[in-house]
């Protein structure tokens, strides 16, 4: 290979390396934004999104991924930006990222190449900054990100059992995004790029700044029409004062409702976050989702292995963005708002060809959703000007909203036009279901058998969570009438001609607050009634910022302020977990016990209701 193939192949992707700025050209970067994550050039990678749009502003985009947060050279690398750093922990938290439920580490990162552990720090978005500020002082620093959005308030941390300052806080960023931040960090772009300071910044909508009160004339940079949260005192010393936090946060995060700024002070600043961004339309969806992504890995990472999340997702195409089901556990509603924002079919076509026209596509595309991905070409039906009006947080929970259209008719025939590309020999579904809106629906046969025949690898991977009323409650998901009503509708499909082989895979989260061991016991009656013995797992986590978590740290419920059980104890967490795989033989003693203590040895023998056959010889407890 000649020299201006290397260059033309290394142009694919933005730079990383001074190397890559030497060929441009260049002497230095505008923009340059740090991930936690590898570095991947796909449009289902928000950091890579964020690179690309500042792109179409004529900025020189560079980017440095994991970098050794021990060694500042690192953060030099790319030289001094002229404008600004961005900093975002990854896709995910990175306290998440990096250490199981049990808080212990991670053995594999599915965001690192090789899937090596330990190549993000903790509380990612602190240490970057930290080491940009070292680097260059009077460069301004803007946080973006999940681990940004959840954590810009005042929020319980999990993994130190106590409450944390926001983000903006605990660090010398200058700025904080929320949410996708495409809008927001192209107008700060502008700010920037004409002398502005932070400050100056205060009138764009999805941004987070800091007022320091000992600075004359601070007064002018609080909102006059803004909601005062409790500080942080007061939140410190009062569960009370955190849930009213919480409930105020949750009431001005919706664009329809004319929400308020929100500010929120501590000893010497105050934080001050503007009203959301509104969607982006379906216009600039298409827009940006068509950019010239590589799709690929920088080539860096050719020698140290493949990249797991980008395996997922190398064939895969986005249709949607948003969620209205506000599930309590869950961060998606609040990072990517609770509207759903969808692309045209047209443009998601247009990207089914490109992917079929690449040099290792092999027929396949292995995901065509969203969040949910049944909620494409769904939403509220009420014009925007009569959204201020509703005063549900959830368009689902406790039942669906009249306003609501319930209708698979479009995904569907979106769906069956992505199989008809030529060069797709197949699609598959890889998002999950929302299960009520299925079940809502007067065409869901049809639309299931349809999945079921053409769109699965073989089973349907359903997030059931619980099946506990009371648990379900809490979770702001379904009731068992739901998820009984839809297994059976899915098992009498399932004996069509072609079909006879597919199967349900459920999703639970074991231990969230209201969860008792009766409660699992449920659970695992309700798989043994069903013959589901393929289940997954998840250990609930407390995600800053979610309801969840305000019930995990205070014992109380913030939507009706009722009294929640929360298993704390490291044992009944691991009980309940035991009780969701009760088939599974090494799980054999801990089933017992939990049984036992539930009172229910009655589940204990030979009958077709028993979950296992008899006492184990020994206990894990003892």
């Known amino acids: 290979m000649n020299g201006f193939q290397k260059e033309r192949r290394t142009f694919r992707h933005p730079p990383m390396t001074k190397r890559e700025l030497e060929w441009r050209g260049w002497n230095e970067c505008d923009v340059i934004l740090i991930s936690g994550d590898a570095f991947i050039d796909h449009p289902s990678f928000e950091i890579a999104i964020l690179g690309r749009v500042l792109e179409t502003l004529g900025l020189k985009v560079g980017f440095i991924a994991q970098p050794d947060w021990n060694d500042l050279r690192e953060f030099t690398q790319l030289g001094r930006p002229r404008l600004f750093f961005i900093v975002s922990a990854g896709k995910n938290d990175s306290m998440i990222a990096n250490y199981r439920p049990t808080k212990r580490p991670r053995k594999i990162d599915f965001f690192s190449p090789g899937r090596l552990p330990g190549l993000r720090p903790d509380r990612a978005s602190q240490v970057y900054t930290e080491n940009c500020k070292k680097a260059y002082p009077d460069v301004p620093v803007v946080l973006t990100g999940h681990e940004a959005t959840m954590r810009r308030f005042a929020h319980y941390d999990f993994w130190d059992d106590k409450l944390r300052p926001g983000l903006l806080a ?69 569960k009370t004062s955190f849930l009213e936090h919480f409930r105020l946060i949750n009431n001005n995060i919706d664009y329809f409702r004319k929400p308020q700024p929100l500010v929120e002070d501590y000893n010497g600043f105050t934080l001050v976050q503007t009203p959301p961004q509104r969607p982006l339309s379906t216009t600039e969806l298409d827009r940006m989702y068509e950019l010239p992504y590589s799709r690929t890995p920088h080539p860096k990472y050719r020698e140290a292995g493949p990249i797991p999340s980008f395996e997922t997702v190398k064939y895969g195409i986005i249709t949607h963005r948003g969620c209205f089901g506000d599930c309590t556990f869950c961060a998606n509603h609040l990072f990517e708002g609770r509207y759903i924002s969808q692309r045209s079919k047209d443009s998601i076509i247009r990207e089914a060809t490109l992917i079929a026209g690449l040099r290792y596509f092999r027929g396949w595309i292995s995901n065509v959703g969203g969040p949910m991905a049944n909620m494409y070409g769904m939403g509220c039906t009420l014009p925007e000007e009569r959204r201020a009006e509703c005063q549900r947080t959830s368009c689902l929970h406790p039942t669906p909203c009249g306003n609501l259209k319930i209708d698979h008719s479009e995904y569907l025939d979106l769906l069956k036009s992505v199989r008809c590309v030529d060069g797709v020999e197949r699609c598959y579904l890889s998002s999950n279901l929302r ?11 049809e639309f299931l058998e349809e999945v079921m025949r053409y769109f699965l690898p073989g089973h349907l991977k359903v997030p059931f969570e619980h099946v506990s009323n009371e648990v379900n409650k809490r979770l702001h998901k379904y009731d068992e009438c739901c998820v009984e009503g839809f297994i059976q509708r899915f098992q009498k499909l399932a004996k069509l001609p072609g079909l006879e082989e597919l199967y349900v895979t459920p999703y639970f989260v074991s231990a969230h607050p209201g969860s008792r061991l009766e409660d699992a016991i449920e659970v695992a009656l309700f798989l043994k009634r069903n013959n589901l013995d393929n289940c997954q797992i998840q250990d609930f986590v407390p995600v800053p910022g979610s309801a969840s978590s305000v019930m995990y740290f205070t014992g109380i419920d913030p939507y009706d302020e009722e009294t929640v059980y929360r298993p704390l104890a490291y044992r009944e967490r691991k009980l309940q977990r035991s009780l969701f795989q009760y088939y599974k033989p090494q799980n054999e003693r801990y089933v017992f016990d939990a049984l036992k203590e539930a009172n229910r040895l009655d589940l204990v023998g030979e009958g077709d209701g028993c979950l296992i056959g008899k006492e184990p010889a020994w206990s894990p407890f003892e």
């Open 170 to 238: 605990e660090t010398e960023a200058d700025l904080l995004t929320y949410g996708y931040a495409e809008r927001s960090l192209t107008q700060i772009a502008r700010v920037f790029a004409r002398g502005g300071n932070a400050l100056e910044c205060r009138t764009i909508r999805g941004v987070m700044y800091k007022v320091d009160r000992n600075r004359e004339g601070w007064e002018q940079y609080i909102p006059p029409d803004h909601v005062k949260l409790p500080n942080w005192d007061e939140l410190v010393a009062s």
């Open 435 to 445: 299960v009520d809106i299925i079940e809502r629906d007067p065409q869901a046969d």
